[in-house]
C-alpha cells in the first residue's frame, strides 16, 4: 500500500467518522426500549433498505468488515465463496436458514465472521438476513455496527420485549440486527428454554427467505453454544490461525458432534504476499479506491 | 527439493517478520547475557618469556673436534622438560606456592602449572613460554624463575654430561692402557722365547741343511777311502804280500799277451803257487811286520772322520726340526700381535675422543657452546589474556540473533495451534473458506508505531552496548577498574560481616 493510497484512506475515514458523529444523535448512552418500530422502514433513503428512524443508517467503520469496508479486497472475496457455498447447501428441499457461528476459544474471529457473511448475504438482492447477537456474554455486534446497547435477545428470551421491537434495520442492504441485550447471569439456562426455542422458531418461520445469522459464545468457554447449535440449521465453525489449540479443536468440535455441522471457516489465513492467487483481486481492489470503500 | 527449500525459506521469513519485535529483543536479552558473562568471568592474564638457542661462534669453528649435545633432541623434548613435575615442583618452591599445602593440594597445584604452561617452538632456535594466572604477578614471576631454572637445570646438566662423558673415556683409557700392556708384555715374552726360531731364515737353513747333507756324503766318502787304504797299506808292507801282488800283475799282462800255455805263463803261475805256499806258512804272528805308524795315523784320520760326520748328522737332524717348528712359531706371534694391535687401536681412538671430550667440557664449562639467551623476559601482563572480552562480545552479537531465532523456531515448533488449513483439514470437515489476515490499517499503524518504537530503543540499546566492545578494541580499562573496586568493594563487606 503505498502512502498515498494510506493517506487518502486515512482522510476518507476521518470524514466518515464526521458524518457519523453528525449523524448519530448525540446522548445516545441512555439505552430504553424503542418505540415499537415495523421491521420494514417507513422511510427510504436513496436505497430502499430499511433505515431505522432512532439509528438511521448505520455506519459500521471497524477496517475488518471487509465485505462493507473494502468489497475487493482478498478476504471479502473469500466472505462471498462462503455465501455462495452456504446458499447452495442450506437451499435445498428445505430451506435451512438459521445458521451459528462459533468457535473454540475467545476471539477467533466468530462475530467479524457472522457480520461479514451477513453482510455478503445482505447485499445479495435475494435475501434478508436477521444477525442476531446471540453472545450473550460478550457481545460485540453493536459495537461494531456503532450502536449503543439496548434491548436485544436477552430482553426477548425473558419475555420482556416483543422480537419485532428489537429489530434494527441496518440500512446495509437487507440486513437487519438484534443486539444482544442486557447482561444477563444464566444465558445457557435461557437458551435451554423452551421460551428459547419458541424465539428461534419464530426468528426463522417469520419470513421464509430470510437468513438468520447467529453470532454465539465459543464452545469450550461456555455451555450456551452447543445448546444453541443444537437448535439452528447448520453450525459454522471458526478456525483462527495460531489461536486456538489443535486439542482445542478437537474438542470443540467433538462436543459439536450431534450438531449440524456445516464446515470450517479457516480465519486470518497467512498469505503469501507474493502468491499470483490475489494479486489480481489486489489490483482490482486498488483500482476502486478512488470510490469511498463504504458500502451503500 | 527446490520447491521445499522454498517453502522452507519462506516459513521461516514469515516466521522472523511475523516475530521481528520478539527477535529484535530476545537477541539483545542474549547479547546482553554474553556481554556480563564476559565481564563477570575471571580475568587471566597471560605472562610471556621468549628463549632464543644461541649457537656459539666457536662451536661452527670447533665442530669435528667436540662432540656437543644434539639441539634438535633438546628442542623436541623441550617441552616435556619445561613442563616436568620435578622442575614445576622446584618452581613452585622457589615461589613459595607449595606453603602450607597438603600433599593432595600440591599435587593438584602441579596439575594446574602443567595445564596452564604452555611452550611453544618457532623457527626450531625460538621458543616461547607463556602462562596463565588470574594474577598477574604470579604469572610473570612464574614464567621468569621456571625459564630461568630450566635453563641453569639444561646448563649444569649439559657440563655434567661432558664431564661424565670425559669420566668415562679416561675410565676406559685405563682399563685399555693396562690391556695393551699386557699384550705387550705377552708378544715381548713370547719372542724371548721363540725370538731364536722366529728370526731364522726358512731358506737359508734349508740352504745350510742341503749344505751339510753335502758336507756329510764328503766326509763318508773319505772315510771310505782311508778304510780302503788302511787295508791296502797292511798289503803294501809284506814283501811276499808285495812279490804276490807284483806277479799277479805280470801275469794279468802276460795273460793279455799269452796263452796259459806260454812258458812264461806258466813260470808266473808256479812263482804266484809257491809264494802263496809261502804265505800260508807264515800265517800267525808274522803279520806285524806292517808299518804300525801308517796305520795308527790312518786309523785316526778315520776316527776324527767319524765323529765329525756324526756331528753333522745331529746338525742336520736338529736343523730339520728347527725347520718344521718355525711356521707354528710365527703363527703364535702374529695371533698375539694382532691382539695387542686391536687394543692398541681402540686405546688410539679411545684416547683421540678423550681429547675432544677434554675440549668439550672446556667449552661447556666456559659457556662456549649453545647457549639458551632470554630474548623477551616475561613482563607484568596489564591487559588479561581471557576471556577475550572482544571475541566474546562479537560472538555474543552474532550468537544473540542465531540464539534469537532458534529461539523462535524454537517456540513455533512447541506452539500447539493450528498453524495451517490443512490440520483443519485434517478434522475431516469441509473448510467453506480460507479468509486471509484482514488489515486493520489502524491498528497496523499502532503496531508499526509500537514496533518502531522498540527498534529504535533497540538500536540505542545496541549502540550502548556497542560502547563495550569498541571499548575493549581501544583498549580501555575503566571496566575493569570498575570491577575491581566492585569486587574489592564485596571482600571489603564480606570482611566485616564475617568480623
Redesign the interface.
Known amino acids: 500500500m503505498s502512502r498515498i493510497e494510506?493517506a487518502m484512506?486515512?482522510a476518507a475515514?476521518l470524514r466518515r467518522q464526521g458524518d457519523d458523529s453528525a449523524a448519530r444523535p448525540r446522548g445516545v448512552d441512555v439505552p430504553q426500549p424503542a418505540a415499537p418500530v415495523a421491521s420494514p422502514s417507513p422511510a427510504t433513503q436513496e436505497f430502499r433498505a430499511p433505515v431505522s428512524p432512532r439509528y438511521g443508517t448505520l455506519a459500521p467503520d471497524?477496517?475488518?468488515l471487509?465485505s462493507l469496508k473494502d468489497p475487493h479486497?482478498?478476504?471479502a472475496e473469500?466472505?462471498r465463496?462462503?455465501k455462495s457455498?452456504?446458499v447452495k447447501m442450506t437451499t435445498g428441499e428445505s430451506f435451512r436458514n438459521s445458521i451459528l457461528v462459533t468457535s473454540s476459544v475467545p476471539g477467533e474471529?466468530k462475530s467479524?465472521?457472522a457480520i461479514n457473511l451477513a453482510v455478503s448475504l445482505a447485499q445479495e438482492l435475494d435475501h434478508t438476513v436477521l444477525l442476531v447477537d446471540a453472545d450473550l456474554r460478550r457481545p460485540s455486534v453493536h459495537r461494531y455496527f456503532n450502536v449503543e446497547q439496548g434491548a436485544g435477545l436477552a430482553e426477548i428470551l425473558a419475555g420482556e420485549v416483543e422480537i419485532a421491537e428489537t429489530i434494527i434495520p441496518t440500512g446495509i442492504g437487507k440486513l437487519s440486527i438484534i443486539r444482544a441485550g442486557r447482561s444477563i447471569d444464566n444465558p445457557a439456562e435461557l437458551f435451554g428454554s423452551q421460551r428459547s426455542r419458541g424465539v428461534l422458531a419464530e426468528l426463522k418461520n417469520r419470513y421464509p427467505d430470510r437468513y438468520i445469522i447467529l453470532d454465539s459464545s465459543p464452545v469450550l468457554s461456555f455451555a450456551e453454544a452447543r445448546t444453541l447449535a443444537g437448535q439452528v440449521d447448520g453450525v459454522?465453525?471458526v478456525?483462527?490461525?495460531?489461536?486456538?489449540?489443535?486439542?482445542n479443536?478437537?474438542e470443540a468440535?467433538d462436543a459439536l458432534k450431534s450438531s449440524p455441522?456445516?464446515?470450517?471457516?479457516?480465519?486470518?489465513?497467512?498469505?503469501?504476499e507474493t502468491d499470483g492467487r490475489?494479486a489480481y483481486y489486489r489490483e482490482s481492489g486498488a483500482r476502486r479506491k478512488d470510490s469511498p470503500p463504504v458500502a451503500p | 527439493m527446490q520447491q521445499s527449500f522454498e517453502t522452507e525459506y519462506?516459513k521461516y521469513l514469515?516466521l522472523l517478520t511475523?516475530n521481528k519485535e520478539r527477535f529484535v529483543v530476545w537477541a539483545l536479552a542474549i547479547m546482553t547475557a554474553v556481554f556480563l558473562l564476559s565481564f563477570i568471568l575471571p580475568r587471566k592474564y597471560e605472562a610471556t618469556s621468549t628463549v632464543f638457542i644461541e649457537k656459539n661462534v666457536i662451536g661452527e669453528l670447533v665442530k669435528g673436534i667436540t662432540v656437543t649435545p644434539s639441539m634438535e633432541q633438546t628442542i623436541s623434548v623441550l617441552t616435556y622438560e619445561i613442563t616436568s613435575r620435578t622442575l614445576l615442583t622446584k618452581v613452585a618452591d622457589s615461589l613459595d606456592m607449595t606453603l602450607g599445602k597438603s600433599q593432595s593440594e600440591n599435587e593438584v597445584l602441579i596439575r594446574n602449572l602443567q595445564l596452564n604452561t604452555q611452550v611453544k617452538v618457532k623457527d626450531r632456535n625460538l621458543f616461547t613460554i607463556s602462562y596463565t594466572d588470574k594474577n598477574p604477578k604470579l604469572a610473570r614471576d612464574y614464567v621468569n624463575t621456571l625459564v630461568r631454572t630450566y635453563i641453569e637445570q639444561n646448563t649444569s646438566s649439559k657440563r655434567g654430561e661432558s664431564y661424565g662423558a670425559t669420566q668415562f673415556l679416561s675410565e676406559q683409557i685405563k682399563a685399555f692402557n693396562e690391556k695393551l700392556q699386557k699384550a705387550e708384555a705377552e708378544v715381548n715374552s713370547y719372542k724371548r722365547e721363540k725370538g731364536g726360531v722366529i728370526s731364522i731364515n726358512e731358506g737359508k737353513l734349508f740352504e745350510e741343511i742341503n749344505s751339510a747333507q753335502q758336507k756329510l756324503y764328503d766326509l763318508e766318502l773319505k772315510r771310505r777311502q782311508l778304510e780302503g787304504m788302511r787295508q791296502v797299506t797292511r798289503k803294501g808292507s809284506d814283501p811276499l804280500q808285495l812279490k804276490l801282488v807284483a806277479l799277479q800283475k805280470r801275469l794279468d799282462e802276460l795273460k793279455v799277451q799269452y796263452t796259459d800255455n806260454y812258458p812264461e805263463v806258466l813260470t808266473v803261475k808256479g812263482d804266484i803257487e809257491s809264494v802263496k805256499e809261502q804265505l800260508k806258512l807264515r800265517k800267525g804272528g808274522e803279520v806285524l811286520s806292517l808299518d804300525p805308524q801308517e796305520l795308527a795315523r790312518i786309523d785316526a784320520e778315520i776316527g776324527a772322520l767319524k765323529v765329525s760326520e756324526e756331528g753333522l748328522k745331529r746338525y742336520i737332524a736338529s736343523n730339520r726340526q728347527l725347520l718344521q717348528s718355525i711356521p707354528q712359531a710365527k703363527a703364535g706371534l702374529a695371533k698375539l700381535e694382532v691382539e695387542w694391535e686391536n687394543q692398541k687401536k681402540i686405546y688410539d681412538q679411545l684416547f683421540a675422543r678423550h681429547g675432544q671430550s677434554e675440549v668439550s667440557k672446556q667449552m661447556e664449562v666456559q659457556d662456549k657452546s649453545t647457549t639458551f639467551r632470554i630474548v623477551d623476559p616475561a613482563l607484568l601482563p596489564v591487559k588479561p589474556s581471557s576471556p577475550n572480552r572482544l571475541k566474546l562480545m562479537l560472538l555474543g552479537i552474532v550468537g544473540g540473533l542465531a540464539g534469537s531465532f532458534a529461539l523462535l523456531v524454537l517456540a513455533d515448533q512447541l506452539?500447539?495451534?493450528?498453524?495451517?488449513?490443512a490440520?483443519?483439514r485434517e478434522?475431516g470437515?469441509?473448510?467453506?473458506?480460507?479468509?486471509?489476515?484482514?488489515?486493520?490499517?489502524?491498528?497496523e499503524a499502532a503496531s508499526r508505531l509500537r514496533s518502531r518504537r522498540i527498534f529504535a530503543a533497540s538500536a540505542l540499546y545496541f549502540l550502548l552496548m556497542l560502547v563495550f566492545p569498541v571499548m575493549e578494541a581501544l583498549d580501555m580499562p575503566h571496566m575493569d577498574r570498575l570491577l575491581d573496586s566492585v569486587y574489592a568493594f564485596k571482600t571489603e563487606t564480606v570482611n566485616r560481616v564475617l568480623h
Open positions: 494510506k484512506e486515512k475515514f471497524s477496517p475488518y471487509v479486497c482478498p478476504a473469500e466472505f465463496k462462503l457455498v452456504l474471529g467479524l465472521t459454522l465453525f478456525v483462527m490461525e495460531r489461536l486456538a489449540s489443535q486439542t479443536v478437537r468440535l455441522l456445516l464446515g470450517i471457516v479457516y480465519n486470518a489465513a497467512t498469505v503469501d490475489y | 519462506k514469515q511475523r506452539d500447539p495451534s493450528v498453524k495451517e488449513v490440520t483443519v478434522s470437515l469441509p473448510v467453506l473458506a480460507v479468509i486471509p489476515r484482514v488489515r486493520d490499517p489502524l491498528g
